[in-house]
């Protein structure tokens, strides 16, 4: 079975810390997604990487930055949460780009920002 | 306008109902993804179609390429269905990797 695993699923931050989200997927997928998921908004998507070391901007970006050093792994890093990055934040991974493929989802890590 | 509308935006039913959820976009696609997330989080891929029909089980999902149309459908509906389903497209570029949302459909079944 494929398999996306985010670290945490529930985290309670306050504001201005330094926040970690790690995902790792088993598929040796190249292409890695972060979105956010909030209640009337559908999925946003904040970052994603197509490739190790290799970034591009999602639609809402600010706030955050991403990692890759690994193939199998994807990070997304509130350098300082602020309690408007409450939300629920949800890891994908999908094949090369250039096809059409399945995207797979993590079970999602709630982020709370107090 | 969005360029992925969904209909309806909530919908309820009675156990063993007949359900079709609507997808419509606006831009060249070269596939239709439908999705479901059940409460607590996950979502789980159902189908990705760029032509035809599908069907899993009691879901059948359908596109109409020229009308830019895709309706997604539970026959025998049960209360384990309740969740909310998702389209998204992959719109024809060089990279498909980044895929428009639709904002979801609420679905509740009732016992």
């Known amino acids: 079975d494929v398999k996306v695993t985010q670290s945490s699923r529930y985290l309670v931050k306050r504001t201005g810390e330094k926040v970690f989200l790690e995902c790792v997927q088993d598929?040796?997928?190249?292409?890695m997604f972060w979105y956010r998921q909030d209640p009337g908004l559908g999925l946003r998507l904040i970052y994603f990487?197509?490739?190790?070391?290799?970034?591009e901007k999602g639609d809402i970006p600010e706030g955050y930055s991403v990692s890759r050093e690994k193939k199998e792994r994807f990070s997304l890093i509130l350098e300082s949460a602020s309690t408007n990055q409450t939300s629920m934040y949800l890891c994908a991974s999908s094949l090369m780009k250039g096809k059409r493929n399945t995207i797979y989802f993590g079970e999602g890590s709630w982020l709370t920002v107090v | 306008k969005n360029e992925v509308e969904q209909s309806p935006q909530n919908l309820t039913a009675q156990e063993g109902e007949f359900i079709t959820i609507n997808c419509s976009y606006s831009v060249g696609i070269s596939a239709l993804h439908w999705l479901q997330q059940h409460p607590g989080g996950g979502i789980v891929s159902l189908f990705m179609l760029s032509s035809g029909k599908k069907k899993h089980g009691r879901l059948i999902a359908t596109i109409n390429i020229q009308e830019k149309h895709s309706s997604l459908h539970i026959t025998a509906s049960h209360p384990r269905d309740s969740a909310v389903y998702i389209c998204a497209v992959s719109p024809n570029m060089d990279s498909n990797y980044q895929l428009i949302w639709g904002a979801g459909t609420k679905l509740i079944i009732k016992p």
């Open positions: 598929m040796d997928h190249e292409n």
């Open positions: 990487s197509y490739d190790v070391k290799m970034k």
